[in-house]
């Protein structure tokens, strides 16, 4: 069954790979021409994946500190497959948002011609800090295991750990105890900086006063607990396909323990989100009521009714009230229904960045303003074009394709910690 599932997700893959080819195409040639966004609502798709995919890496490194930091000792297999969704995620991340860049080639400015009143610029200084704790952490959870693969294994992947290891040999106790020191080190100063840096992408929206949908001080907070709940629901799913499944009771056992917290995590976000429409939805500011009403009956009313409340709460709450907190016989498998629950928590999570996004931009910042002039941009309707989601089918892509071939080549999940193929 989970062999199928692995062959599956290569095929969707190289497929989205494949046919996503031609938006990258058109983006490199026309520019952003064939976009739909424009003066009055200039963030768009792929703003969305952007802020999609951070959150999948912020989160998945906040769990993997579980592992590093706080030591427990049931996830401790799962520590380097949730460091590598982090930068799997974080490279989907960081194209999605170039893909949006009018001048793509200027992308290194925000550091470059750095402006500390900017949280632009402190936002380029926390993706650097926190792609190299990222890299830096991964090799040392990874570096005793590719010394291994450089003196026993075979063809690429060999060669690979040979490359990555950088010269080390050392695997002795000692060196691997130092390892784990390290670890607990990085993870600790990674724990704030990952809190500042996607908490920051909540204040890059939360900090525009002529966005009052957006301009709330909670909205770092709302950031931060939508990436726990969607990236715990994505390393759940991941962990039940290429985590360790040797011992069958040990994987129930994390799986129930992720789908608890994973349960938590999506109820507490679905109360935020009811306070944020309860609110929104009793003020008479137009700013604040008018992307609430286009998001539960505007022309995209079933993003929010059906595929984020349907399918992405209602559904996996159900199951995982079922499966991860049974009150029966807690050692029967619930493996395959707890990762299906997560996995649609995981997928329909965009619709949740989608408005975010998107609403906000709708309304007129000066009344009259859509009626004062006319032409190419200025216009206050948004509807994704088939170039935008071509890009984001290959950006998603990619990231998945590079965590594929990662597992394949690299020891994120050790051989003996494996069913036997």
Known sequence: MKSTIKGLVWIIAVIGFGVGLYGMFLRFTTGDRLTDYGS???????????????????????????????????????????LFTAFGCLVAALLSIWMDLGHMARVGNVL????????????????????????????????????????????????LARLLSFGSSDISAEARAADHAKLRVLGIIGIPLAIAFHGGVGALFGVIQARPHWNTPLMPITFLIGALASSGALLTAVVYIWGPDKSKEQL???????????????????????????IGL???????????????????WYVFWIVHLLIGVVIPVIILFA???????????????????????????????????????INPEIPGLQYAFSGPGLKFTYLPTTMEWLVSTWVTSFGVLLFLIGEKLLPIVNPEHREAA
């Open 282 to 300: 009793y003020s008479m500011v137009p700013a604040e009521r008018l992307p609430l009403e286009a998001i539960l009956h505007g022309h995209f």
């Open 40 to 82: 009055y609502i200039p963030w768009g798709l792929w703003v969305a994946f952007y802020i999609y995919f951070i959150g999948l890496s912020a989160g998945s490194f906040l769990l993997s500190t579980l592992v590093y930091v706080a030591r427990i000792e049931k996830l401790e297999k799962i520590g380097k497959l949730a």
């Open 112 to 159: 470059l011609h750095m402006n500390l009143s900017s949280m632009m610029s402190w936002m380029g200084i926390l993706y650097s800090s926190y792609f190299g704790i990222v890299i830096i952490e991964l090799w040392f959870a990874l570096r005793s295991d590719l010394v291994k693969t450089a003196k026993t294994g075979s063809g690429g992947s060999r060669t």
């Open 323 to 361: 499966r991860a907190v049974p009150k029966g016989r807690p050692d029967k498998p619930a493996g395959g229904l707890i990762a299906f629950a997560c996995l649609l928590v995981a997928v329909t999570f965009i619709a949740v960045r989608f408005n975010i996004v998107i609403p906000a931009q």
């Open 252 to 278: 129930n056992d994390i799986m129930r323990f992720l789908g608890k917290i994973v349960l938590a995590l999506v109820l507490f976000d679905f109360l935020l989100e009811i306070s944020e429409f309860l």
